[in-house]
């Protein structure tokens, strides 16, 4: 059943859809194993989303362990800025930073990502930083305000730099959506799914580049 999305529905699923994007493409480009993606918004524009990553991978050394866990900070980071990203723009697409720090915060649903990011920031800096003292509150707070920045700018260059694929595959998420059945009740939810094999179909996912970390 289908039923045509009224405009602020649309924009909301947007939205949603290029956080989701956000994600997948930065850890594909980041080398992660990707997945599928879902999206589901109701009319009232409640939404849940996913985007399938595979974090299992070896890791041999503390320097392939420290290249891990940045790359997983930047693909967290990078679902709330690619949620910034115009629908509209096709070039020049740029991320707003203070929209993107209030999403990742969870003023706007982002919350488990932030979680996430605040934890592995902390593993993160004990392993750059192995010989600071615990109770040097200060400097402890100084490295990883200097990690979070650093890192913070390289997610948005790529996000910036991915920025048409990312939205461009958020559309293509968009326009599949359809609304189901509820059985007992009104049908008031568009939903969408498409599994690892569906994407990876896609032009523009198979034109993601391969970056590293720090380019």
């Known amino acids: 059943m289908t039923t045509k999305m009224s405009p602020a529905i649309r924009d909301h699923a947007l939205q949603i859809a290029h956080h989701e994007m956000g994600h997948y493409v930065v850890a594909r480009a980041l080398g992660f194993a990707t997945g599928g993606v879902t999206l589901s918004v109701t009319m009232d524009l ?3 989303g996913g985007a399938a990553i595979t974090l299992a991978r070896p890791i041999s050394s503390m320097d392939a362990m420290k290249a891990h866990v940045e790359a997983r900070i ?3 980071m990078a679902g709330a800025m690619g949620q910034t990203l115009s629908s509209t723009h096709r070039s020049g697409n740029r991320v707003d930073k203070t929209k993107a720090v209030t999403i990742l915060k ?3 649903g982002a919350e488990q990502d932030y979680a996430k990011v605040k934890e ?3 593993l993160l800096r004990n392993i750059t930083c192995p010989d600071t003292d615990p109770t040097s509150s200060d400097r402890i707070a100084a490295e990883l305000q200097a ?3 650093r890192m913070w700018g390289r997610t948005q260059a790529i996000v910036e730099d991915l920025a048409d694929t990312i939205t461009e595959l958020g559309r293509v998420l968009v326009d599949a959506m359809v609304i189901v059945e509820q059985w007992g009740r009104a049908a008031d939810t568009y939903e969408v799914v498409f599994t690892r094999e569906m994407l990876e179909r896609l032009r523009p996912v198979q034109a993601i580049p391969a970056l590293g970390v720090w380019a």
């Open 147 to 149: 990690m979070t920045d």
């Open 120 to 122: 592995l920031q902390h």
């Open 74 to 76: 930047m693909v967290l």
């Open 106 to 108: 969870g003023a706007l």
């Open 46 to 48: 409640r939404h849940q």
